[in-house]
């Protein structure tokens, strides 16, 4: 097996569990059972510690309240801190990024649209306007008493000395401290091509201003990965008016989430749009020409696709190397924090990417690499941390995505998937543009995916996964429209 293969096979591998993109959840019983039980040792309580400091000039080495990442949950954290007002001169946020904290999904959506076609940019999309709140700009920061640590990224931490290091050697002490570091994505090796000029990963700004310069100077972009990354991106190569292949070794698009059949449509949908598909293929190396550049992909089969510029979105893995001593989950990764992001060390949470939390609702333990999740993760962490709020994170699975966007796209797709995709599916609707999938099992509705849906309808989606409300089959099968079978799903709720 050539390493592009046993790198493909571990991240699908990692990933098959059918619980959404990126939702890592084991069905062990035993891990079902550890959820009981506190994740502090035994006879140890919480108890918030705090630092004296001088002022919000912080003019000595310690920190009240420390949040290493400057991602979105690191933005929605601050924000919690600052409505608690308990973030002026005890608040600093530490970030290998050069910017505030930002709405990420942006980057694979309005970020890499067309320079004539309004693409988003910064200071446009910082946290927390993607949930309708105020924009957090590097101002806003300092106008709270908020210190930022910028290009910084910490790379230690002494647990019994209470102490961060960061690569320029500064040292910090905390009282309490989140991590927030989110993840990393998953590279090719550099035998194979991984690094060459032209081979793009997208996870920050930087990244995607990259991407955004091959994409000016492109012909033929090949995208790999037939998940969120790789839909969107080729969406947004569509928009470029540039040659697009997506090459992917499963059998349909997002395979984690769609079925064959709702695949089916969206893969019409990008055809219609000269993207091209090579399905269940594997990659034997990226080829290159003598200064470095990429120039082609080759096959297992010997075929070689062209490309000048190619984009790997092959999933990605918790930023915690610096963190490992605080307690890792070993069964989905990330750091192992309770219903509160509490880890198994007093006074250090965990949220967002690289927490391994306990799923309430369906009683197992998982780890969401989602921005609903980072912002809401945060928002319970602070608010555990700085109240009396002891009641654990719920939380309900929530994925989406939004493609053709742009303007002059002949369709805008915009999707919603609530709760969990197990049991049978039942798919109505042809596609124009609404269709929706709902997931039964043993009756009960558990999780269902509308495309291009009312408002109305799309917030009746989480009730419906929520509640998980027996719904007559039979009936459901038989809707004659979208809007038929929501109503029969909606109606199933006062059952």
Excluded at 356 to 375: G, I, N, S, T
Aim: with cysteine.
């Amino acid at each position: 097996m050539t390493p592009a293969q046993k790198l493909m096979a571990s991240i699908s591998n990692s990933l098959s569990i059918k619980h959404g993109l990126s939702l890592w959840c084991p069905h062990s019983s035993s891990l079902s059972r550890t959820l009981h039980s506190p994740l502090l040792p035994s006879g140890r309580s919480f108890r918030r510690r705090r630092y004296v400091v001088a002022s919000s000039a912080f003019a000595n080495e310690n920190r009240e309240f420390v949040i290493v990442g400057g991602g979105n949950a690191a933005g929605y954290a601050a924000r919690t801190f600052v409505e608690h007002e308990m973030a002026d001169g005890r608040l600093c946020i530490v970030t290998k990024e050069a910017y505030a904290p930002y709405e990420r999904p942006a980057l694979t959506k309005g970020y890499l649209f067309p320079l004539d076609k309004k693409p988003a940019r910064l200071p446009g999309f910082h946290t927390c306007v993607g949930s309708g709140g105020e924009r957090q700009t590097p101002e806003w920061y300092k106008e709270k008493g908020i210190e930022m640590l910028y290009e910084d990224p910490v790379s230690n931490i002494d647990i019994e000395k209470q102490t961060l290091t960061t690569n320029s050697g500064k040292q910090l002490k905390y009282g309490s401290l989140i991590i927030a570091t989110g993840c990393t994505a998953s590279r090719f090796p550099e035998k194979i091509g991984g690094n060459l000029s032209g081979v793009h990963y997208i996870r920050d700004v930087a990244d995607a201003d990259s991407l955004i310069s091959s994409l000016g100077k492109s012909r033929k972009v090949v995208v790999v990965g037939g998940g969120y990354i790789g839909m969107e991106v080729a969406a947004a190569a569509v928009g470029w008016n540039l040659d697009t292949t997506i090459i992917f070794p499963e059998n349909h698009l997002l395979q984690r989430l769609f079925t064959p059949s709702l695949a089916r449509r969206y893969e019409e949908l990008y055809q219609e749009n000269g993207v091209k598909f090579l399905k269940g293929a594997s990659i034997k190396t990226l080829e290159a020409s003598s200064d470095g550049r990429v120039t082609g992909v080759k096959l297992e089969d010997g075929s070689t696709i062209d490309a000048d510029t190619v984009v790997i979105g092959i999933g990605a893995k918790p930023a915690i190397s610096a963190f490992e001593s605080v307690g890792l989950n070993d069964t989905v990764g990330g750091i192992q924090v309770d219903g509160q992001f509490r880890t198994s060390i007093p006074g250090i949470f965990a949220i967002g990417d690289v927490a391994a939390f306990p799923l309430k609702m369906y009683d197992r333990v998982a780890r969401v690499e989602h921005v609903d999740h980072a912002r809401r993760s945060a928002q319970h962490c602070v608010k555990a941390l700085l109240s009396s709020q002891t009641h654990t994170y719920d939380y309900l699975p929530y994925f989406y995505s939004r493609v053709f966007e742009y303007e002059g796209s002949p369709r805008k797709i915009f999707w919603q998937f609530f709760g969990d995709n197990v049991g049978e599916a039942i798919e109505i609707g042809n596609f124009d543009p609404k269709i929706a999938t709902f997931w039964i099992d043993s009756g009960k509705l558990k999780g269902v995916l509308l495309e291009s849906g009312s408002p109305e309808e799309f917030q009746l989606l989480p009730k419906l996964a929520r509640s998980q409300p027996f719904v007559d089959k039979a009936k459901l099968q038989q809707a004659s429209s979208v809007e038929e079978a929501m109503e029969i799903a909606r109606i199933s709720l006062s059952d």
